[in-house]
């Protein structure tokens, strides 16, 4: 179900500039193009970024190191900042304010829930699970009023997929399961590249004449 929604996300935004659009003048096509892929590349480095960061904090939280904790998390926040700046372009600095904020419960979410387990409070990691799918839910639908070509409810699913592999790091860092992390961190990251690829194409589609 995950990988088709994404497939289905991915097809629905899918720019043109990535294709062959014979109508379009040589200059022009492939200006689009150098301008969709410049899109493409910056959101695929500011998401994987996030979910490096975001592990780095797990790593330091569950070794005790609280100097690279603190140092991951200040790094989660700046990355979170220059994700939300990236739409004030197009969508305008509310639009990016309140992209930050909504990431910002994204990340409090986890957070709590690297805390928590620390803490051995299954209540608060409870909490912060809940808190995680209603965050999803929010970023979900705060994408799909901005922009047409995003879904809302294959959104949920993707976006849920990825709190769930947090979860699943943050468990399996708990548990010295570093081979099974390794296996969730490949999974992570190329689910997060296909999200940043949907993100990208449905801004092309959705003002063409910027790209």
Not at 107 to 132: H, P, R, T
């Amino acid at each position: 179900m995950l990988i088709r929604n994404l497939a289905l996300l991915l097809a629905l935004c899918a720019p043109l500039a990535w294709s062959q659009t014979p109508a379009a003048p040589a200059a022009a096509q492939a200006e689009m193009q150098s301008a969709a892929l410049t899109t493409r590349l910056a959101l695929r480095d500011l998401w994987v970024e996030h979910i490096f960061w975001v592990r780095n904090y797990a790593l330091a939280n569950q070794g005790g190191n609280a100097a690279q904790a603190d140092t991951a998390a200040k790094e989660v926040v700046a990355n979170a900042t220059a994700i939300a700046n990236s739409l004030q372009p197009l969508y305008g600095q509310p639009a990016a304010e309140q992209m930050l904020e909504l990431l910002a419960g994204h990340w409090g979410a986890i957070k709590d829930y690297s805390d928590a387990g620390l803490a051995k409070d299954a209540a608060k990691q409870k909490a912060a699970m809940d808190a995680l799918v209603s965050n999803a839910k929010a970023i979900a639908a705060f994408l799909a009023k901005a922009n047409p070509y995003l879904p809302e409810d294959t959104l949920v699913t993707l976006l849920s997929a990825h709190g769930g592999h947090h979860i699943s790091q943050i468990d399996q860092l708990a548990k010295a399961d570093y081979a099974g992390e390794a296996k969730t961190w490949h999974a992570m990251r190329e689910h997060i590249l296909g999200v940043a690829d949907a993100l990208a194409g449905a801004l092309v589609k959705q003002f063409p004449d910027k790209f």
